[in-house]
């Protein structure tokens, strides 16, 4: 079975521009989170979407939305990009919403730098 | 509010010697505890998981962890290091009925010849 993918692996924008990251979730999963690294901060939780509907959102400006469409299929979009935007943008997917007993596979990310 | 604390950034040992990973967590309900590699340029891969089954779980490439509600932590192990294994190591902790992780900091393991 194909893992978690994350187009594009490599993103360069200018400040003010806006960027759309996409994640293909592993076949017959249904939830999608979506986390951002960097190095003073860590790994943070942006949001989660199941089935078509946000369920959870992280400490994260409104410039940061994301969408899930009916194949599961998610993407975030970060609008009038900042230099602190530049991180590692990581894509979880996993069966249900369910917690624990569904493990959160994780893709490879999508490195995002904003000069 | 649940929250993970990783002791130290950076971890080296010997190719050989044991590995030993801290990681304490603080939760106000019984908490579901994980711990996840990064190789460089990599996204994150489960190691091991804990979820009340049982205290002590074994993960893949020789890792364990043992869950201590008493001292609140979830310490990562390996008898005996491999060059392989030099990586960023995270715990996680994931409470409630979502898929909202809170990962610790990270520690950078390093293994010497």
């Known amino acids: 079975k194909a893992g978690v993918t994350q187009t594009p692996r490599y993103l360069i924008k200018t400040r003010g521009q806006q960027v759309t990251l996409s994640c293909s979730p592993i076949?017959?999963?249904?939830?999608v989170s979506w986390y951002q690294q960097t190095p003073g901060q860590g790994l943070q939780f942006l949001f989660e979407?199941?089935?078509?509907?946000?369920?959870n959102k992280g400490n994260f400006p409104g410039r940061f939305s994301g969408r899930q469409f009916s194949n599961s299929r998610s993407e975030m979009n970060v609008s009038t990009l900042e230099l602190g935007d530049s991180a590692l943008y990581l894509c979880?997917?996993?069966?249900?919403?369910?917690?624990?007993?569904?493990?959160?596979?994780f893709g490879p990310g999508t490195r995002l730098t904003v000069l | 509010a649940q929250s993970v604390t990783q002791l130290g950034s950076h971890v080296s040992v010997s190719e050989g010697a044991l590995v030993l990973l801290r990681c304490n967590y603080s939760?106000?309900?019984?908490?579901?505890l994980f711990w996840y590699v990064q190789y460089p340029n990599q996204g994150l891969q489960l190691l091991l998981k804990?979820?009340?089954?049982?205290?002590l779980v074994k993960g893949i490439n020789g890792f364990e962890a043992e869950f201590k509600k008493s001292e609140t932590s979830f310490h990562l192990t390996k008898p005996s290091a491999h060059m392989s294994d030099a990586a960023e190591y995270f715990c996680?902790?994931?409470?409630?009925?979502?898929?909202?992780?809170?990962f610790g900091k990270g520690i950078t393991l390093s293994v010497r010849p």
């Open positions: 979407y199941f089935s078509e509907t946000q369920r």
């Open positions: 076949s017959g999963h249904r939830s």
């Open positions: 804990y979820t009340s089954a049982a205290t």
């Open positions: 996680a902790v994931l409470t409630g009925a979502n898929s909202k992780l809170t």
């Open positions: 939760s106000s309900v019984p908490p579901y």
């Open positions: 979880a997917s996993s069966v249900t919403s369910g917690g624990a007993a569904d493990t959160q596979y």
